[in-house]
């Protein structure tokens, strides 16, 4: 039987966080909001979503005029575990791999 994931505590997010530029949250959730057009973020929210099946882990994806905004967290225990750091350093290497400022 898998382990569940341990949520980390604020201060352990905040030490992932100063590895993962433009990324914000705390031990709830974190979160990346990028500036793109449509074309763009239909192409890297395809991208993440094959990542976050590998994974089977996944971000909430909100769009929005110009935006793309990826919130991570763990559901099973309210917050964010070590999953979600993975799922943002993967996230944060599509972006840059696509040549996306954030």
Same mark, same amino acid.
């Given at each position: 039987m898998p382990t569940k994931p341990t949520k980390l !505590? !604020?201060?352990? #997010? +905040? +030490? @992932?966080?100063? +590895? %993962?530029p433009g990324w %914000?949250? *705390? @031990? !709830?959730r974190i979160q990346l909001e990028i500036l793109v057009d449509s074309d763009e973020? *239909? @192409?890297?929210s395809a991208e993440v979503l094959r990542a976050a099946d590998e994974l089977d882990h996944h971000p909430v994806i909100d769009r929005g005029p110009g935006t793309v905004t990826f919130t #991570?967290? =763990?559901h099973s225990v309210g917050g964010v575990t070590d999953l979600d750091? =993975? %799922?943002a350093r993967r996230i944060s290497h599509l %972006?840059?791999?696509a040549g996306i400022a954030y």
């Open positions: !505590d !604020d201060s352990e #997010v +905040a +030490a @992932a966080l100063s +590895a %993962l %914000l949250g *705390d @031990a !709830d973020a *239909d @192409a890297i #991570v967290w =763990t750091i =993975t %799922l %972006l840059s791999s």
